[in-house]
């Protein structure tokens, strides 16, 4: 099993729809990471969270601490979100990073 | 130019071949990490270097070879590969290794014939 687990794997929107991607964890971690990765390869980080929530132009994030979870949420979804997301927890010392499978999430128009 | 660099953006070699990935960062960081990311599995860490030595070495075999000559650059020498060793290759930097949040470069996707 691995210690970082995404949910779904796949997930197809209609342009406009509100999208939720959940990560859960099952170690100590310092931080957790919402990672996105375009076609191509090249992956830009978008949140590292340790508590609560952040926002970001349509992008929220959210964890919780005690239950192990994080959700990551893009309100009125547009196509150009469409992408694979990753969930990484950084472990309790240290900057390493253990990754999650990634959720493909395509957005129709 | 700024970020994190990575060449060449593709590669295809075969099996008998030896070449290089190679890897810079812009960003004045301390460490610098060697991922590889294979089809349908979680990205995997290879290599981490901080100050340009090696502190975690992620029972990769020795057909993979890196290399940090300044906090810089980052290479990943290849030789005698192994078709499944075919898959995206992710160079990223942080300003140190407390620190979690990374920079990734944009990978070199290699093919092994």
């Known amino acids: 099993k691995n210690e970082v687990e995404q949910s779904p794997q796949n997930l197809t929107a209609q342009e406009g729809e509100f999208i939720t991607i959940n990560c859960s964890y099952s170690?100590?971690?310092?931080?957790l990471h919402w990672l996105q990765q375009h076609p191509g390869g090249g992956i830009v980080s978008l949140f590292m969270?340790?508590?609560g929530k952040k926002k970001h132009g349509r992008l929220i994030a959210t964890i919780n601490i005690q239950e192990k979870h994080s959700s990551l949420h893009i309100t009125a979804s547009h196509p150009r979100d469409s992408a694979v997301y990753i969930c990484a927890a950084s472990l309790v010392y240290g900057s390493r990073l253990t990754f999650g499978e990634g959720t493909q999430l395509t957005v129709n128009p | 130019e700024t970020g994190v660099t990575q060449t060449p953006r593709h590669l295809v070699m075969g099996m008998t071949n030896k070449k290089s990935l190679k890897c810079e960062q812009h960003?004045?960081?301390?460490?610098m990490y060697w991922y590889k990311q294979s089809a349908k599995k979680p990205l995997e860490l290879m290599f981490v270097?901080?100050?340009?030595?090696?502190?975690e070495n992620n029972s990769v075999p020795s057909r993979f070879s890196p290399e940090c000559p300044n906090s810089s650059h980052l290479f990943l020498h290849l030789h005698t590969l192994q078709p499944e060793d075919s898959a995206l290759y992710l160079c990223a930097s942080s300003q140190s290794l407390a620190t979690g949040n990374q920079f990734f470069g944009p990978g070199t996707r290699l093919t092994v014939l």
């Open positions: 960003l004045g960081h301390n460490a």
């Open positions: 270097y901080s100050l340009e030595e090696r502190v």
């Open positions: 170690v100590g971690i310092s931080a």
């Open positions: 969270l340790s508590s």
